[in-house]
């Protein structure tokens, strides 16, 4: 039987774990920065930060967002860790916490809220050494979802729970603080894979992290390059795949961590015979944290963290006990295997239904991207106004396939899946208009059928 939440809660650990004023928590361009200097930046910010309660924090450089985040806990205030930027949601955060204040490490941040420009200069050189203790009940982050209607939905993170989840999802990946690596992350702090797998499991499990977020495949390169072994890679199965494509030598990595998105089993054991080690996927939600891990390329089933407990209700699969804090309902459809392992089939907005038949987008897409040539393809609904038929469903997709035209493309695709599913229209880009995690939002692909339209393509 799972511990309490309080019972977990109640043993929170130290911000930086255990280790000394020397010790090495982050990296940039292969320069080490210090325990000590680290405290000396967040003592130093902290003292800077406005009278306010809430802070959202956009620094894209991961150490100033580690700083941001730390001067924040230490100093009472909480992040506000929303999913995307947009003028509307940045409006509803407003709404939500009207005192928020936006730290930023950019000039040109245009974000609608009172700024902070991260200080350039250190007032503070050293501060005596002493690791903050955090109460376990303090409100660290609030982090957001979409939400059925758009509205960001709040989810709080108490300290406790938060670094519970953490230390477990350290333990599964086996990232235990006795052999200390350096994290390179390719997804951004802000976002709650990255949160967890790049920083906090940094700060609070004994490692270092890079302050770099690379996304081309050269900059993950050279960032993994000058990052010291032993090290991990955090990425995406979008960022794997480019690894791949850009056919360079790859350096040696110790771990690979990808989440964000169902990882192809061929792909998982090609990124393991090309960087020679074992590649581990992750399963989470904003709402429960991370919950299960797999080697996808030896196995399809997930294994759940101890003290983490699937059950039904209905057509819901629901997990509780271990770090998540309440029975809470999961957005994908699970077949549950036993005690501690489950299969996932897809998400509940995956599947999608034409004229009476039934798919799934991860299907659909898989035989998209199988196809020789394809460099990158998704399908997605349109939206019933630019089909001008309300309440018929209709498919487009957005593929990178150099050498293909569109109807050689559509001829393809009508071998492998049903004629109703064909995509309509079939959209050639250069690239799709994935963001920082590899996800492709809603209303970009919306624009490309809206630009499509008005330059005279077919529906």
Sequence with gaps: MSAPPEALAAAAPPLLGARSPQAIVAYRGGVGIEAGEFLADVADLAARLPNCRHVLN?????????????????????????????????????????????????ADCDIDLPRMQYPRERRIRRVPWRVPQIDADQLAAIVFTSGSTGTPLPHRKTWGLLAHCVLAGAEQLGLGAERPRTIVGTVPAQHMYGFESTLLVALLGGHAFSAEQPFYPADILACLESSPRPRVLVSTPVHLRALLAAL????????????TAPLARDLAREVERRFGCDLIEIYGSTETGQIATRRTAGTSAWRLWPGVRLSRGGDTTFAEGGHVEQRTALCDVIEILSEREFLLLGRTADLVNVAGKRSSFAYLDYQLNAIEGVLDGAFFLRDETSAGEVGVTRLAAAVVAPGWDGAALTQRLRECIDAVFLPRPLLLVERLPRNATGKLPRQALQALVAEHLQSGGRA
């Design 58 to 106: 956009v620094c894209r450089d991961r150490y100033r967002f580690a700083v941001g985040f730390a001067a924040c806990l230490t100093s009472g205030r909480v992040s506000l860790l929303p999913s995307t930027y947009t003028p509307d949601v940045v409006r509803r955060l407003g709404e939500f916490a009207p005192d928020a204040v936006c730290l930023t490490d950019s």
């Design 248 to 259: 360079a030598p790859l350096p040696a990595v110790d771990l690979i961590v990808s989440a």
